[in-house]
T-cell receptor, first 115, second 112 residues
Framework: SAVISQKPSRDICQRGTSLTIQCQVDSQVTMMFWYRQQPGQSLTLIATANQGSEATYESGFVIDKFPISRPNLTFSTLTVSNMSPEDSSIYLC????????????FGSGTQLSVL | AQTVTQSQPEMSVQEAETVTLSCTYDTSESDYYLFWYKQPPSRQMILVIRQEAYKQQNATENRFSVNFQKAAKSFSLKISDSQLGDAAMYFCAYRGGNKLVFGAGTILRVKS
């Protein structure tokens, strides 16, 4: 199994600012994903972080709002830009190796509150 | 698009008793995987059990087992001998490619 370190674990931010969340894995992984979990709700996939190329975004999510970087096979960042209170959520990084029989492992999440 | 439905927003079980959480899904694919994840208040997503669609035998992991009905597209989780530490949000999830699609979740409360 992969050990995932996600930072920060929580933050309180002001409206209009940006926050970058880091995801570090202890081994090389093929796939890295970013999920959002709004209060009391399920997880929604934001995007797939692609190593060396632009992330693949799901419907309803755009690069200008959620820029993602993935410089190598063990690290990715998600930035929440120009934040509003509606962005208050838990953001989770998850990883897997290629192949649909592989389990997805999750980081411990970042609890974001926007005032 | 694949969808996952958990029709029970909340369930309660007495300690040491058995509880079943329901999940149905919709897909046109024949090869896929199904999962149950547990999310305690710590927010950590913990994989409970996994089922490959091509396997007829139901997966089991200690006190956790599934009832997989492929034709009915049903994938329920049975927790036997419930413990206080089982209290959490449980998510059913479908994976038909590289993406994982989650249900809305079921809150499980365990009474002592």
């Amino acid at each position: 199994s992969a050990v995932i370190s996600q930072k920060p674990s929580r933050d309180i931010c002001q409206r209009g600012t940006s926050l970058t969340i880091q995801c570090q894995v202890d081994s090389q992984v093929t796939m890295m994903f970013w999920y959002r979990q709004q209060p009391g709700q399920s997880l929604t996939l934001i995007a797939t972080a692609n190593q060396g190329s632009e992330a693949t975004y799901e419907s309803g999510f755009v690069i200008d709002k959620f820029p993602i970087s993935r410089p190598n096979l063990t690290f990715s960042t998600l930035t929440v830009s120009n934040m509003s209170p509606e962005d208050s959520s838990i953001y989770l990084c998850s990883v897997a190796n290629r192949g649909s029989n592989e389990k997805l492992f999750f980081g411990s999440g970042t609890q974001l509150s926007v005032l | 698009a694949q969808t996952v439905t958990q029709s029970q927003p909340e369930m309660s079980v007495q300690e040491a008793e058995t509880v079943t959480l329901s999940c149905t899904y919709d897909t046109s694919e024949s090869d896929y995987y199904l999962f149950w994840y547990k999310q305690p208040p710590s927010r950590q997503m913990i994989l409970v059990i996994r089922q490959e669609a091509y396997k007829q035998q139901n997966a089991t992991e200690n006190r956790f087992s599934v009832n997989f009905q492929k034709a009915a597209k049903s994938f329920s989780l049975k927790i036997s001998d419930s413990q206080l530490g089982d209290a959490a949000m449980y998510f059913c999830a479908y994976r038909g490619g590289n993406k994982l699609v989650f249900g809305a979740g079921t809150i499980l409360r365990v009474k002592s």
